[in-house]
């Protein structure tokens, strides 16, 4: 079957630690996306990639990396930067003005 | 820039009764606009999509929604809520520079009461 898959389905981090959240797809999709969700506040854009080997900062980039070494793999690095990673993450592929595919999520908890 | 505003962060109905989600949106050219609906600790599913053919789009589990260029609404409706509606759905546009961005609205939740 089709689809995007997210791992691990819950991550605990301990302060100072990077973490590495994965995306893979088989979709044959060009662009792939991260989003951090926080209660109440919807979708926010952390980073997309439209073509392998290329990516730019969305709306809340800082504390986070990513790479896109292959079109079926884009994954995110929450590093110790980001003050407050504590969220529901969810990785999504499409086409060009395509609707979004989404990845079942991955819940991030500091400890 | 583009904007996708949900009026109501919380819509609670009964169940039988209408369902009414509102989404304006803004944009300069002819947008792509999407519903896609979320249950609790999962990624987002599509729930329709509307891409300039009839206003009218028909999606999953009985939603539709209907493209109105003059309001700058796609505003999703039910007839009839089920429990199993009780979800988070969310508007979205396709980003009117072309390309691949989606812009998302907040989200408005919706309860089903018995």
Same mark, same amino acid.
């Given at each position: 079957?089709?689809?995007?898959?997210?791992?691990?389905?819950?991550?605990?981090?301990?302060?100072?630690?990077?973490?590495?959240?994965?995306?893979?797809?088989?979709?044959?999709?060009?662009?792939?996306?991260?989003?951090?969700?926080?209660?109440?506040?919807?979708?926010?854009?952390?980073?997309?990639?439209?073509?392998?080997?290329?990516?730019?900062?969305?709306?809340?980039?800082?504390?986070?990396?990513?790479?896109?070494?292959?079109?079926?793999?884009?994954?995110?690095?929450?590093?110790?930067?980001?003050?407050?990673?504590?969220?529901?993450?969810?990785?999504?592929?499409?086409?060009?003005?395509?609707?979004?595919?989404?990845?079942?999520?991955?819940?991030?908890?500091?400890? | 820039?583009?904007? &996708?505003?949900?009026?109501?962060?919380?819509?609670?109905?009964?169940?039988?009764?209408?369902?009414?989600?509102?989404?304006?949106?803004?944009?300069?050219?002819?947008?792509?606009?999407?519903?896609?609906?979320?249950?609790?600790?999962?990624?987002?599913?599509?729930?329709?999509?509307?891409?300039?053919?009839?206003?009218?789009?028909?999606?999953?589990?009985?939603?539709?929604?209907?493209?109105?260029?003059?309001?700058?609404?796609?505003?999703?409706?039910?007839?009839?809520?089920?429990?199993?509606?009780?979800?988070?759905?969310?508007?979205?546009?396709?980003?009117?520079?072309?390309?691949?961005?989606?812009?998302?609205?907040?989200?408005?939740?919706?309860? &089903?009461?018995?």
């Amino acid at each position: 079957d089709g689809g995007i898959t997210q791992s691990p389905k819950y991550l605990f981090r301990k302060e100072g630690q990077n973490v590495t959240l994965s995306c893979e797809q088989n979709l044959n999709h060009d662009a792939m996306y991260w989003y951090r969700q926080d209660p109440g506040q919807g979708l926010r854009l952390i980073y997309y990639s439209q073509i392998v080997n290329d990516f730019q900062k969305g709306d809340i980039a800082e504390g986070y990396s990513v790479s896109r070494e292959k079109k079926e793999s884009f994954p995110l690095t929450v590093t110790s930067a980001q003050k407050n990673p504590t969220a529901f993450y969810l990785c999504a592929s499409s086409i060009e003005q395509g609707e979004a595919f989404f990845g079942q999520g991955t819940r991030l908890t500091v400890v | 820039a583009q904007s &996708v505003t949900q009026l109501g962060s919380h819509v609670s109905v009964s169940e039988g009764a209408l369902v009414l989600l509102r989404c304006n949106y803004s944009s300069s050219v002819p947008p792509y606009l999407f519903w896609y609906v979320q249950y609790p600790n999962q990624g987002l599913q599509l729930l329709l999509k509307y891409t300039s053919a009839a206003t009218l789009v028909k999606g999953i589990n009985g939603f539709e929604a209907e493209f109105k260029k003059s309001e700058t609404s796609f505003h999703l409706t039910k007839p009839s809520a089920h429990m199993s509606d009780a979800a988070e759905y969310f508007c979205a546009v396709t980003d009117d520079t072309g390309g691949f961005k989606t812009i998302f609205g907040a989200g408005t939740r919706l309860f &089903v009461k018995a």
